[in-house]
Structures are given as C-alpha cells and as structure tokens.
C-alpha cells in the first residue's frame, strides 16, 4: 500500500510540533510558572497571617464583608473615644484667669495677697452660714516655701482648696475639722510630654448632717452651671472640678443617726500646656 506524500509531511511534523512545545514548556512556561509562585509566597502568608489575626481555621473561606464592617465599627469607636477625650479636656481645664496666673511668672506677694484674700472670704462665709471651721484649717492653705520645685502649680492648689471649702460651707456642713494639702508641689516638672496630667490632692475632715454631706460630695465634679442646673447649692463662679479619691464615712454618734463624720480626699487635675 502506498501512502501519500502527504501524510509523510504530517507525520513528520508532529515530532517536530511536540519537540517545540516542550521546548516552550521547558524555557517559558516551567519558569513563569515557578516566578509566579514565588510572587504568590507574600500573598499567601499574609492571607495566613489574617486568617490567624481573624482567629480562623478555614484559610480559604476569610469574610471581607465582616473585615470592612469591623472596621467601619472601630473608625466610629476611635472618632467616639476622640470626641469623649475633647470633652473631657473641656471639663477638666480650670477657668481662663487661673490659667493666665500658671502660665505668668510666678509673682510670691501676688499669690499670698490671693492666698490670704481667700481665707478672709472664707471665714465670712462660714460665719453668715454658720459652719464652724477649726483654726488651724487656714494655716493649712497652700503655702509657698523653700521646697516647692512647681511654684506655678500653688495657683491651682489654692484654686481647688478654696473651691473644696467654700462648696462645703456652702453645703452646711456642721463643722470643718481639719485641711491637709500633701506637698505634691515638691515634686520635680516632668522631663517628658507624656505626663501631661498633674495631679492635687486636697482632704478635709467636716461634720454635718448626711443630706448636706450627700450634696457637697455630688457638687464635686461639678461645674457652676451644671451645679445650678442639678438644684445644688449655688457654687462660685470659677469652680473647677475636683474627684473623689478616697472617702470614708461613718455615724456621728449612736444617737445622731442623721449626723455623719466624714474624711474626704479630692484631687483636681491640671493639664499641662
């Protein structure tokens, strides 16, 4: 049988077809193929990675709708938590004329002028209100001496002890026993931004009866405002705000149940500019 010319040529081409794919295959396609996994290596440990981060098991089957709605959750929690510490920025920094006196150069004549000002004030206050106040409570007004390595700070001191004792005398308190500011102010300024918080603590030691307590303890965190707004004593104008750090309270005495005896600690906070 003889066979045609044709089918030689055809059968001679597909060795040589086959010869050439393999070629190809060989020189072109084995290294893109082996370059496009190499490429894919990143790829494929970070997906690992988020399948861990996310907690998963199943590293083919990751949600990215639960991905993109978590993080839609978290910018909302993050603009919330900025927009909360902006307010609280607001409610802790004291009035613009004590921190005009922080900021200035500290003047001593000045600050004891205030100082004794103050005290004088308090002590007609208490008299028209009817509140006793031991003696020695003004010789434990905030004072400047050798010590004090924050001389600016005295103002806000003074600010949130005069704030503490005149809320109190003006919540009829029956008596003020006794005032201690803890020499905090000895302390050297911070030699980096991040304690931007400086802490003052004032404590006090009063009598009265457990409704005027219950008041002078709600106005502390106050301001004048909110203070006339929640049906509270009246307050001074510039009143800043002051927390309750330690408190305890205890009966009068068994047959004066609606007497308390009451040891307070405060503290106000000034933000560092």
Sequence with gaps: MKIPFSEYQRRGIVPIA??????????????????????????????????????QTNTTAIDFLHITNQLTETRQALLALDKAKQQATAHLQPGAALRAKMHADFALVEYENERSRQMEELARLAKQEQVAVDPAVFANYPEHTADVRQPHLLWAALSFTDSLMQTAVRCKVTAILALDTPPVLTNAPPTNAIERLAEIPVQIEFTGFATNAEKLLLSLPLRADEIRAA????????????????????????????????????????LRE
């Design 231 to 270: 049906g509270l004593p009246e307050a001074i104008t510039n009143k800043p705000v002051l927390f309750i750090d330690r408190l305890v309270v205890q009966k009068q005495s068994a047959d004066k149940l609606d007497e308390v005896h009451v040891w307070l600690r405060a503290v106000g906070f000034v």
């Design 18 to 55: 086959g010869l050439v794919l393999a070629v190809y295959y060989f020189t072109v396609l084995l290294p893109l193929s082996r370059r496009s996994e190499k490429l894919d290596e990143p790829v494929q440990k970070a997906w690992q990675r988020l399948s861990i981060l996310l907690d």
